[in-house]
Each structure stands twice: as structure tokens, then as C-alpha cells.
């Protein structure tokens, strides 16, 4: 059976920092582009951020380039998402999310655009 289980969600001040985790089974992580995808409250899906099958190529969207870091351990089959400089704008639900594909980054919103999607973690930024 596949799993995406995401957790580490939770409540933080603005400013904080919080590290997401993907834990990743019942197929071949190291074979898999993975992404983050949120979805704020009454707002639609945004694309997070991107890493490819080794882990070589990483793609961020505007919104959090510099502030987010995507990665993750083949040896564990766990994709991570390191958040700083958090703001109330980082406050959803965050979705992993897993597409064949060994050296591509993918960026896309839609669950059906992948082959694994993750039940989401809460983040919630607010003082």
C-alpha cells in the first residue's frame, strides 16, 4: 500500500520556523519527483516548492523562495520542508506529493497531476 504520511504541522508565531516531514512507503522513493503543495483557507492549491528523485535539482515558488527549504533522505524515504521567517500568509494545509520521474523537478497544483498525494498537515502562523 502506499502512504504519504506529512507531519511536523502545528502552531507558530510570525517569524518562527517550523520543519515539515513527508514520510514516504510502498513504492520506490528514489524514483519519485516530490513536492510540497498548500492550500490556504478558502483559497485554492499553490505549488510550494519542488526536488527531484536524487535530490540534485530544487525549485521554489516566489512566495517562499528564500525563506523555505526543500529536501530529502532516499535513505529514509522522507521528503523535508524547512520553514523560516514565517508569516500569517504560510497558513494552510500542506500537501506532499510524489510523481515518477528521476531528474525532473515538478510543478503543478493538481492531485491528479501526480501519482501519490499525502492527507496534508496544518500550519498555522499566528501570534
Known amino acids: 500500500e502506499v502512504q504519504l504520511v506529512e507531519s511536523g504541522g502545528g502552531l507558530v508565531q510570525p517569524g518562527g520556523s517550523l520543519r515539515l516531514s513527508c514520510a514516504a512507503s510502498?513504492?520506490?522513493?528514489?524514483?519519485?519527483?516530490m513536492s510540497w503543495v498548500r492550500q490556504a483557507p478558502g483559497k485554492g492549491l499553490e505549488w510550494v516548492s519542488g526536488?527531484?528523485?536524487?535530490?540534485?535539482?530544487?525549485k521554489y515558488a516566489d512566495s517562499v523562495k528564500g525563506r523555505f527549504t526543500i529536501s530529502r533522505d532516499n535513505a529514509k524515504n522522507t521528503l523535508y520542508l524547512q520553514m523560516k521567517s514565517l508569516t500569517p500568509a504560510d497558513t494552510a494545509v500542506y500537501y506532499c506529493?510524489?510523481?515518477?520521474?528521476?531528474?525532473?523537478?515538478?510543478?503543478?497544483?493538481?492531485?491528479?497531476?501526480?501519482?501519490?498525494w499525502g492527507q496534508g498537515t496544518q500550519v498555522t502562523v499566528s501570534s
Open positions: 506529493a510524489a510523481k515518477r520521474g528521476f531528474a525532473t523537478v515538478v510543478i503543478a497544483t493538481r492531485s491528479y497531476q501526480y501519482d501519490y
Open positions: 510502498g513504492f520506490t522513493f528514489n524514483n519519485y519527483a
Open positions: 526536488i527531484s528523485g536524487g535530490g540534485g535539482s530544487t
